[in-house]
T-cell receptor
Framework: DSGVTQTPKHLITATGQRVTLRCSPR?????VYWYQQSLDQGLQFLIQ???????AKGNILERFSAQQFPDLHSELNLSSLELGDSALYFC????????????FGPGTRLTVT | KNQVEQSPQSLIILEGKNCTLQ??????????LRWYKQDTGRGPVSLTI?????NTKSNGRYTATLDADTKQSSLHITASQLSDSASYIC??????????FGAGTQVVVTP
């Protein structure tokens, strides 16, 4: 158990809908990272937050947004969902912004039908 | 073009045998290289992290090597066990902390 929690575990929704994925980092970790892993694809970095502020952006679509709250938990919002958004979404956390040691959560499996 | 290339894409080995996975990268300026193990449907778990000055690092039956001159790394699994069946991902960080992920090597250990 990495200490990073993600909810929900599974999510099934229809195209065009909007969903919110939640992540709680390990106690003491200030950075949160979001990744997308499509079927048989590698991990794609989406976005990083550090202590409430956006730190780095990867291949995140404009339909996706994220934020980190004062209690350091983070939410990833996915809107106007398309079939291609079906994937595993992982959250990771690290103690600082450099991300030297990242701990991954169990992931949220999103299925768009 | 992906800056981190892993080979082979997949491999099948008999329980108890050894195997070696390869990772070549072009990421620059280099900061560190990580190997992660990812079981199907689960989050990656860090095996080793190596910086420029480290040539080899072990974690139990896993041994990683790094040649920063040739920009190559390998992960050696000794005396494989059924629980080693997983995807092994090579990740390289640049000096600004940006991570580049390899596509992974899928390892299947058979009895």
């Amino acid at each position: 158990d990495s200490g990073v929690t993600q909810t929900p575990k599974h999510l099934i929704t229809a195209t065009g809908q909007r969903v919110t994925l939640r992540c709680s980092p390990r106690s003491g970790d200030l950075s949160v990272y979001w990744y997308q892993q499509s079927l048989d694809q590698g991990l794609q970095f989406l976005i990083q937050y550090y202590n409430g502020e956006e730190r780095a952006k990867g291949n995140i679509l404009e339909r996706f947004s994220a934020q980190q709250f004062p209690d350091l938990h983070s939410e990833l919002n996915l809107s106007s969902l398309e079939l291609g958004d079906s994937a595993l979404y992982f959250c990771a956390s690290s103690v600082d912004g450099g991300g030297y040691e990242q701990y991954f959560g169990p992931g949220t499996r999103l299925t768009v039908t | 073009k992906n800056q981190v290339e892993q080979s082979p894409q997949s491999l099948i080995i008999l329980e108890g045998k050894n195997c070696t996975l390869q990772c070549n990268y072009t990421v620059s300026p280099f900061s560190n290289l990580r190997w992660y193990k990812q079981d199907t449907g689960r989050g990656p778990v860090s095996l080793t992290i190596m910086t420029f000055s480290e040539n080899t690092k072990s974690n139990g039956r896993y041994t990683a090597t790094l040649d920063a001159d040739t920009k190559q790394s390998s992960l050696h699994i000794t005396a494989s066990q059924l629980s080693d069946s997983a995807s092994y991902i090579c990740v390289v960080a640049d000096s600004w902390g940006k991570l580049q992920f390899g596509a992974g090597t899928q390892v299947v250990v058979t009895p």
